[in-house]
């Protein structure tokens, strides 16, 4: 059974606040993922970390940033919420190597911004 | 442009029937296949994949079937049971130097009693 933890899980926000979403892992996995997924529409990858110290952008363009300072750590920062990140966000986690396609997902933080 | 689409955005079968859940992708470089399934209030969970050398793996009731020279993979479920509804994702990687995920819009499968 995979550990990855998502807080919180549920977020209601108003416009202009600052917010982090956190994501942990106990697995040790070096590879860490943010997705972005609108009802009924796919996953989108905003961000993903290879390793501590190591961020990069997804396919898919975000305001939001991320950090990866230690390797079972990796929040999301919005510095202003907008109604438009409104969205649930999924962050996963995986070994690498020969089973790096089998990402374990946290359970996903859904964020409204009013 | 919607690299990995599957086109049926629900599906109902009887218990005990066969689900079948297909997915269409486009980009030839994709070599590495996977399905998700996720229940309501939770994290996508890893159901079973399918690499480009193969055209057929099997764990349990579930079987995933893969047609490259028709870009499709299905994944067959036999028997259906009640907690396989769920909305099941279809996912499609490139091996060589890029593990990132394309994920399709998913289905969602309702198995009636």
């Known amino acids: 059974e995979a550990d990855i933890y998502q807080t919180p899980r549920y977020l209601v926000i108003g416009t202009g606040k600052k917010i982090t979403l956190e994501c942990s892992q106990t697995?040790?996995?070096?590879?860490m993922y943010w997705y972005q997924q609108d009802p009924g529409m796919e996953l989108h990858l905003i961000h993903y970390?290879?390793?501590?110290?190591?961020?990069e952008k997804g396919d898919l363009s975000s305001e939001s940033t991320v950090s990866r300072i230690r390797t079972e750590h990796f929040p999301l920062t919005l510095e202003s919420a907008r109604p438009s990140h409104t969205s649930q966000y999924l962050c996963?986690?995986?070994?690498?190597?020969?089973?790096?396609?089998?990402?374990?997902f946290g359970p996903g933080t859904r964020l409204t911004v009013t | 442009d919607q690299q990995v689409k599957q086109n049926s955005p629900s599906l109902s079968v009887q218990e005990g029937r066969i689900s079948i859940l297909n997915c269409d992708y486009t980009?030839?470089?994709?070599?590495?296949f996977l399905w998700y399934k996720k229940y309501p209030a939770e994290g996508p969970t890893f159901l079973i994949s399918?690499?480009?050398?193969?055209d057929k793996n099997e764990d349990g009731r579930f079987t995933v079937f893969l047609n490259k020279s028709a870009k499709h993979l299905s994944l067959h479920i036999v028997p259906s049971q009640p907690g396989d509804s769920a909305v099941y994702f279809c996912?499609?990687?490139?091996?060589?130097?890029?593990?990132?995920?394309?994920f399709g819009t998913g289905t969602r499968l309702t198995i009636i009693p």
């Open positions: 996963a986690s995986t070994l690498g190597g020969q089973a790096a396609y089998e990402q374990y």
């Open positions: 697995m040790g996995h070096d590879k």
């Open positions: 970390s290879y390793g501590v110290n190591s961020t």
């Open positions: 980009n030839s470089m994709f070599d590495y």
């Open positions: 399918i690499s480009s050398i193969k």
């Open positions: 996912a499609a990687s490139q091996s060589f130097g890029n593990e990132k995920l394309t």
